[in-house]
Nanobody
């Protein structure tokens, strides 16, 4: 129903910033709650941030105060602004869409590496 493509990952130094984008196509973007998850090697996938259809946001404890999720329904895009990045933030970041009937769709992921 919806296809998701992440972009914006890369290598950044500790303390730096990155802005991830997730472009959606195939279905009405505004009908989905959106989220960002990440998975580091040897670890389970964890919620980074989520935003509901109504715009309510939620963040994982480790990123509160540093990351901001937003959505632009007119552009069918969800963003993750990441500031004050730490080496522990290194992971593959995945975009997720959840429908009103709780079906989930995933992007291919984008690598974020925080290293000096």
């Amino acid at each position: 129903q919806v296809q998701l493509v992440e972009s914006g990952g890369g290598l950044v130094q500790p303390g730096g910033s990155l802005r991830l984008s997730c472009a959606a196509s195939g279905s009405l973007f505004s009908g989905y709650a959106m989220g960002w998850y990440r998975q580091a090697p040897g670890k389970q996938r964890e919620l980074v941030a989520a935003i509901t259809r109504g715009g309510t946001t939620n963040y994982g404890d480790s990123v509160k105060g540093r990351f901001t999720i937003s959505r632009d329904n007119a552009k069918n895009t969800v963003y993750l602004q990441m500031n004050s990045l730490r080496p522990e933030d290194t992971a593959v970041y995945y975009c997720n869409a959840e429908s009103r009937v709780h079906a989930h769709y995933w992007g291919q992921g984008t690598q974020v590496t925080v290293s000096s």
